[in-house]
């Protein structure tokens, strides 16, 4: 059993810091973390990218661990998210109900070789090439870990973001990653003919145990021509390598075929660096009160438009 990087000690740390309670499990073919989470009818258990499961076999008793301690926690329901792919109708038998997903129901993955040489193989020539002559087109790329200078990141992220329609991480909780180990700020910046230098992307990379992970990115777009985001993702593959991990995790695409899907576009991009699909099971909620839960599945389409109307 391998556990995902959002079920390690890295991450608990960080989620207890963040004021959440936690708690562990194991099993003999299965074990967990599960974070007390609150709404406004009462508390759940999430488990992201959880329970951890040695087989298929191992969900019926992993989901028994989960559904007592929920109980003993007086919960409403426990959200999961398997990383072993479940069918609807394997996820029916445990009586868990499909849920609006909450981390990515598939990724996709590159294993890292064993030379930078490899990588630039693998990405192809003008990815290869734009992150060979960086420095003569005036683009450098360094790493922080200052929470002060995540301001350049949060300028791209939110207006990707307004772009893709998609909602953001609240500022406080992603500043607040810069302080463990695990987080890194990538930043690329092009140094103009006043040699001043200009930030054009950035992102935010995890790293963990066998991986490093694409967690959050964005670009300038009046600077797409630069090719910023390809050379600070490829500089990303290589510092990932150099740190001896297996693979590289771009964490999360759309299967989705439609240009207007709102992820289609970085999916495409992230296809375009080689590497494999991975899926998930998706996420699920396990109901232990179901009067509160069939409440709080009403409410809860209302209550996320309040948060995006208030967000903006």
């Not at 849920?99 to 590159?110: A, V």
């Not at 180990?181 to 935010?204: H, S, V």
């Not at 009160?289 to 903006?312: D, F, G, M, Q």
Request: charged residues 30%.
């Amino acid at each position: 059993m391998k556990p995902h990087f959002l079920q390690s000690r890295e991450w608990e740390a960080f989620q207890k810091a963040e004021g959440f309670e936690i708690f562990r499990e194991k099993g003999e073919n299965y074990e967990f973390m599960a974070i007390l989470k609150p709404t406004s009818l009462g508390n759940y258990l999430f488990l992201p990218y959880g329970p951890t499961l040695k087989d298929k076999k191992a969900l019926k008793s992993s989901i028994s661990a989960i559904k007592k301690l929920a109980a003993a926690k007086n919960c409403i329901f426990a959200r999961i998210e398997p990383t072993i792919p479940f069918s609807a109708a394997e996820m029916k038998k445990i009586g868990a109900k499909k849920s609006h997903h909450i981390d990515p129901e598939h990724t996709w993955i590159l294993d890292l070789p064993k030379t930078d040489a490899e990588i630039y193989e693998i990405i192809g020539k003008n990815k290869a090439r734009a992150h060979k002559n960086r420095a003569q087109k005036g683009i450098s790329v360094r790493t922080s870990k200052n929470p002060a200078e995540m301001e350049i990141f949060f300028k791209f992220y939110e207006e990707v973001a307004k772009k893709d329609n998609f909602q953001t991480n609240e500022r406080n909780y992603l500043k607040n990653q810069l302080k463990y180990d695990f987080a890194t700020l990538y930043i690329a910046e092009f140094t103009d003919e006043n040699d001043k230098k200009i930030p054009i992307a950035a992102t935010i990379m995890y790293t963990g145990k066998d991986a490093c992970y694409y967690a959050y990115a964005g670009a300038d777009y009046e600077f797409r021509k630069k090719e910023g985001g390809a050379i600070l993702l490829t500089q990303m593959l290589m510092d990932a390598r150099a740190a001896g991990k297996k693979f590289f995790d771009f964490w999360g695409i759309t299967t989705s075929e439609n240009p207007k899907d709102p992820w289609y576009g970085f999916t495409k991009f992230k296809k375009s660096f080689g590497g494999r699909q991975i899926d998930y099971a998706g996420t699920y909620d396990i109901p232990i009160n179901r009067k509160k839960y069939t409440l709080y599945s009403l409410l809860r389409p209302i209550n996320k438009l309040k948060r995006k109307i208030t967000r903006h």
